[in-house]
């Protein structure tokens, strides 16, 4: 069971609009910022949001992050078949003194 | 080119010890604090352990709390995390990274990963 919570799957065709939730409390998300990497199969994870809606260079603007509460969010606009693969939201916990990751979320282009 | 190549990892029984290494190259490594993290096969990523730029201050996850030591040699560009009494949910692939610099927490940087088995 992990600190954030994340649904197991999502899925979208290519071109539409999809999102992401990341549910956790006010130890975590609430008090610190909140990063999201992708993870394709095979591979090591990637940085794809840090500081809740920053995205590294290389990053398309496709990709857009935001957190409001204890909840934060990935949005993925424009779907493309290359975007398939997990992805994990990560935050520090202020009561555990740990980072904690979600359980990820399979995104699946139909 | 930045690059972080982690080593040392295999087969290992359980209650049995293992280090690793992650050597960093292509930027000034002692000015980064960096991180551990594991993934179960099939599994989800789970944060391990993070150490400061100087060394000074480190953290762990409750599961390898007592058990598993992070350290780094600043002059050597290396990160290491010393494992002990090795466990079967120990099982994984170990992953370095770097924490993205003004943060502590965003990993800009991972390895390619080194798999830990425990098994007898």
Same mark, same amino acid.
């Given at each position: 069971?992990?600190?954030?919570?994340?649904?197991?799957?999502?899925?979208?065709?290519?071109?539409?609009?999809?999102?992401?939730?990341?549910?956790?409390?006010?130890?975590?998300?609430?008090?610190?910022?909140?990063?999201? @990497?992708?993870?394709?199969?095979?591979?090591?994870?990637?940085?794809?949001? @840090? =500081?809740?809606?920053?995205?590294?260079?290389?990053?398309?603007?496709?990709?857009?992050?935001?957190?409001?509460?204890?909840?934060?969010?990935?949005?993925?606009?424009?779907?493309?078949?290359?975007?398939?693969?997990?992805?994990?939201?990560?935050?520090?916990?202020? =009561?555990?003194?740990?980072?904690?990751?979600?359980?990820?979320?399979?995104?699946?282009?139909? | 080119?930045?690059?972080?190549?982690?080593? *040392?990892?295999?087969? &290992?029984?359980?209650?049995?010890?293992?280090?690793?290494?992650?050597?960093?190259? *292509?930027?000034?490594?002692?000015?980064?604090?960096?991180?551990?993290?594991?993934?179960?096969?099939?599994?989800?990523?789970?944060?391990?352990?993070? +150490?400061?730029?100087? *060394?000074?201050?480190? #953290?762990?996850?409750?599961? &390898?709390?007592?058990?598993?030591? +992070?350290?780094?040699?600043?002059?050597? #560009?290396?990160?290491?995390?010393?494992? #002990?009494?090795?466990?079967?949910?120990?099982?994984?692939?170990?992953?370095?990274?770097?924490?993205?610099?003004?943060?502590? #927490?965003?990993?800009? +940087?991972?390895?390619? *990963?080194?798999?830990?088995?425990?098994?007898?």
């Amino acid at each position: 069971q992990s600190v954030l919570t994340q649904p197991p799957s999502a899925s979208g065709t290519p071109g539409q609009r999809v999102t992401i939730s990341c549910s956790g409390s006010s130890s975590n998300i609430r008090s610190n910022t909140v990063n999201w @990497y992708q993870q394709l199969p095979g591979t090591a994870p990637k940085l794809l949001i @840090y =500081s809740n809606n920053q995205r590294p260079s290389g990053v398309p603007d496709r990709f857009s992050g935001s957190k409001s509460g204890t909840s934060a969010s990935l949005a993925i606009s424009g779907l493309q078949s290359e975007d398939e693969a997990d992805y994990y939201c990560a935050a520090w916990d202020d =009561s555990l003194n740990a980072l904690v990751f979600g359980g990820g979320t399979k995104l699946t282009v139909l | 080119e930045v690059q972080l190549v982690e080593s *040392g990892g295999g087969l &290992v029984q359980p209650g049995g010890s293992l280090r690793l290494s992650c050597a960093a190259s *292509g930027f000034t490594f002692s000015s980064y604090w960096m991180h551990w993290v594991r993934q179960a096969p099939g599994k989800g990523l789970v944060w391990v352990s993070r +150490i400061s730029s100087d *060394g000074s201050s480190t #953290n762990y996850a409750d599961s &390898v709390k007592g058990r598993f030591t +992070i350290s780094r040699d600043n002059a050597k #560009n290396t990160l290491y995390l010393q494992m #002990n009494s090795l466990r079967a949910e120990d099982t994984a692939v170990y992953y370095c990274a770097r924490a993205w610099h003004g943060t502590r #927490n965003a990993f800009d +940087i991972w390895g390619q *990963g080194t798999m830990v088995t425990v098994s007898s």
